[in-house]
């Protein structure tokens, strides 16, 4: 039994709290928001944001970080990408020498263009960092539906406690040492998503669909691969598998939110309709970036900032991508 804290009580905190309170840890929620903590305490569910999934009543929740993470022996950072900084700046004080914190956020921090890990790993030094990700929308987590994911970790200690930590009979976790091909996966496929739910937004089809995805995994997998990742990570559960479900299900909110820009929508009219943080907004801006830093060819990227930031209509962002000049499908294959 281990006593974990979770930073974080939105949809996924909550999520993973109901999953590692079931593996039998003691868990401590905290929130910035009060009026969430008192939802929580007084319904035992996260009516807003996982409604119908019970929380069991052993889960303590608190707006006070400092109770939170006393005595932890594991941290889960669980507060959307754009607040990963602020917020383990203000847990640094009470995290212990050589604590595990393990971020489950995906996204790429504006303006300085760093990883999550990296983020923790700069407000706090004095903790070991990992990473959990993939397909796993806390919807369904929260369900107990069968999902896979990967821990990751530069340290195989760290990624071995997480996966002891975390898997049970419906939630498998494999690990894995390669923490930039993850992250980078988990935060492009966002932006990619956001790209995918534009095409159905603007009404096209399956043909549309399946090629943005596939001509997207040719761009995250050029970044990762000069960024250092591993072209197997790309294809694995943190890459394609998290593309898959975040373009195509009904729960991402980048896909929802990428179908009302599609429809129209500003993206903060989009976000603000969505009612969540849609990560793949903030991420494009750095991913299109880094691509630059990289010199990486990264077009539906680009074209997805256009859209978002540079007043281009989602229909002249996808002829534009159609129409650009003519090239071969993979830079590895010639003829001799």
């Known amino acids: 039994m281990k006593n974990i804290g979770i930073l974080g009580a939105g949809s996924w905190g909550t999520a993973l709290s109901i999953l590692l309170c079931g593996n039998g840890h003691n868990v401590t929620v ?5 009026e969430e903590v008192l939802m929580l305490k007084d319904y035992r569910e996260h009516r807003d944001k996982l409604p119908g999934v019970m929380v069991p009543s052993t889960i303590e929740f608190t707006n006070n970080i400092e109770t939170a993470l006393k005595d932890a022996d594991l941290i889960v950072c669980a507060v959307p990408s754009p607040f990963v900084r602020s917020t383990m700046k203000s847990a640094s004080p009470y995290i212990k ?4 914190v393990v971020d489950v ?3 790429i921090e504006d303006k300085t263009y760093k990883t999550m890990t990296q983020i923790i790993n700069e407000e706090c030094p004095q903790a070991r960092t990992g990473i959990l990700s993939g397909p796993s929308h806390a919807e369904e987590v929260g369900r107990k539906i069968p999902t896979t994911i990967v821990a990751g970790s530069k340290d ?3 990624a071995d406690y997480i996966q002891d930590t975390f898997m049970n009979d419906y939630f498998r976790v494999y690990t894995s040492p390669d923490v930039i091909g993850i992250e980078l996966g988990g935060s492009l496929k966002n932006v990619i998503a956001l790209a ?3 095409v159905d937004g603007l009404g096209y ?15 995250m997998s050029r970044l990762v691969i000069a960024m250092g990742g591993n072209i197997e990570t790309v294809a694995g559960l943190s890459g394609i598998g998290d593309l898959i479900v975040t373009c195509t299900s009904k729960h991402s909110r980048n896909r929802n939110a990428g179908f009302l820009i599609g429809q129209g929508k500003t993206y903060q009219e989009a ?15 750095a991913a299109f970036e880094l691509g630059k830093k990289y010199n990486v060819s990264m077009p539906i990227v680009e074209a997805v900032n256009e859209v978002l930031f540079n007043g281009m209509s989602a229909k002249e962002a996808g002829t534009a991508l159609l129409m650009r000049n003519r090239t ?3 830079e590895n294959l010639d003829w001799n």
């Open 196 to 198: 995918a739910g534009i």
């Open 328 to 330: 071969k499908e993979s």
């Open 97 to 100: 020498e050589g604590t595990i």
């Open 105 to 107: 956020a995906k996204g």
């Open 156 to 158: 195989k200690e760290v």
């Open 271 to 285: 976000m603000d309709e969505v009612k969540m943080v849609v990560e793949g907004v903030y991420s494009a801006k």
């Open 30 to 34: 905290w929130s910035i928001d009060p």
């Open 205 to 219: 089809g399956d043909n549309t669909k399946a090629a943005l995805m596939t001509r997207g995994i040719a761009e």
